[in-house]
């Protein structure tokens, strides 16, 4: 079942529609809102409860309104910041350029509402600039999101409905800590109760949320950036661990968060990657092979088969496979 709008999303629908309509009764805006009377009447109080005149009248023909003069404040862009929105829309979600896009169908608002001084370069911009499609971005139900932002936000525990990668789906309980945005996709960071752990959750396969009335504090001094890298190495199927000949600070650069925890050995000269993965074929041939620093597979058979595996093909690869012809000696 789709995710109903947050309170405040549903507040804001409040203010449009009666800035649209001069009167609106409570259950006309009940019945624009798909709420009740009394959820309606309660849309009304976060308006007026954030600085916003509604005012109510009663008799044949009261309802709501907004009170003379109401004006939302203008929004200033600079054109620096006109076209750096839309870079950082395009960047970020490529179809931005297509009009039916809901992403873009909001970009355009934007830019059509942009004096012609600074609007006409962010028009021409999202005009002509071509972006590339991102295999690996995801976007996620922004109901979805919009949920979860309100939980994280009061710190209220959720009922979410989950499916994997591999198809596997379940229900559980969490606390939300903090929403990540990384290369393109969207993370939820949390406790799961269900294993009791750390958990980090695509935020596009998440199918439902529903907020309860539970309370949580996330940990002290939490930085959710740094913990949804650690954790996003481990939990996996398969455990991995790379030995490798050279300082952790050469070897670094080269190691993404989701290959493991790279720490020094301790004799100093060399360090030690420890993971897990559920694909030892592409941690093999997408991670490993471009690392330049020499380096054994110390743990992780499934791994080492694949690294193996990745050996024979080249070797194959690069053999002569001439009539006649004969290995090559050293």
Partial sequence: MPNDPSPTARALRTLEILRTRPTTTADELAERLGVTERAARRYVGILREAGVPVESARGPHGGYRLGPGTRLPPVHFTQAEALGLVMAALSGRPAVTDADDLVGAALGKVVKALPES???????????????PDPYAAHPDPAVTSSLVEAVAHRRRVLLSYRSESGNAWEEEADPWSLVVRHGRWYLLCHSHRVDAVRTYRVDRIGAVRSTAQGFDP???????AVLEENLGTGWRFATRVVFDAPLAEVAPWIRPPMGRLEPLGDGDGCVLVGSTRNPDMYAQEWLARVPVPFRIDGGAELRAAAAALAARFTAAVADHRPGSRPATG
Avoid: I, K, N, T
């Fill in 118 to 132: 600074v609007g006409r370069q962010a028009a021409l911009l999202r005009e002509y600039a071509s972006a590339a």
């Fill in 219 to 225: 940990p002290a001094g939490f930085d959710p950036v």
